[in-house]
């Protein structure tokens, strides 16, 4: 539900590409995703808390430093399947 309500939201200005820089500007935001620069009002950043750091660092030290610290482990879901005469 989340998902599709800010897709509503913010209709066409989804971008598919990999944000490797972010600047606040006046009016906002500055993205470079895709190797091109696009000014916005508004960013959502739907990636890991160590991904968003390292983008907030020159927007928001501290809030970059919180979310670098987020310990992240190692972990695996692995489903198997066994026929029931196999037991």
Do not use: C, K, N
């Amino acid at each position: 539900e989340l998902i599709d309500t800010l897709a509503a939201r913010v209709g066409d200005h989804i971008v598919h590409h990999r944000a490797d820089a972010l600047e606040r500007t006046e009016s906002g935001f500055r993205v470079r995703a895709g190797g091109a620069w696009m000014e916005t009002s508004r960013v959502i950043l739907a990636v890991p808390a160590w991904a968003a750091g390292t983008l907030l660092g020159g927007v928001d030290p501290e809030l970059a430093r919180l979310l670098l610290e987020i310990p992240y482990t190692p972990s695996l879901t692995l489903a198997l399947v066994y026929r029931r005469e196999q037991f």
